[in-house]
């Protein structure tokens, strides 16, 4: 006579709560290493005359669009350019003499 034999499958649903957090952790790890590679390459600014001219006007165009004091940060978001980039123009354009700034803002002089 053949006897039955019978398995019980309770250990597979812990394994895979086990596993479940370690990938949710390495999906996290992932994702942190590509915002932080998009920060390297966003911060990078091509310092030469012709873009910092460029960098300037853009800035230039945010605060005589907004008519108002901006912070560095509005700047950036209104032109549409990084912050290191609106610290660029606004160099310029304080040196020629076309902006001022008062209490952290920027305005048109």
């Known amino acids: 006579m053949a006897e039955k ?4 499958k309770v250990a597979a649903p812990k394994a895979a709560e086990k596993k ?3 990938v949710k952790e390495t999906v996290k790890a992932a994702a942190k ?3 932080a590679k998009k920060v390297e390459k966003k911060a990078e600014v091509a310092l030469n005359a012709e873009n910092v001219g460029f960098k300037a006007g853009d ?7 907004a008519a108002k004091a901006l912070t560095v ?4 978001k209104a ?3 990084s912050e290191e980039e609106v610290l660029v123009g606004m160099g310029w354009l304080f040196k020629e003499g076309k902006i001022m700034g008062e209490n952290n803002k920027i305005s048109l002089a």
Not at 5 to 8: G, P
Not at 59 to 65: K, S
């Open 59 to 65: 800035v230039y165009q945010a605060l005589a669009t």
């Open 20 to 22: 479940a957090p370690a």
């Open 73 to 76: 940060k509005e700047i950036a």
């Open 5 to 8: 034999k019978t398995t019980k």
């Open 33 to 35: 290493k590509t915002v």
């Open 79 to 81: 032109a549409k350019i």
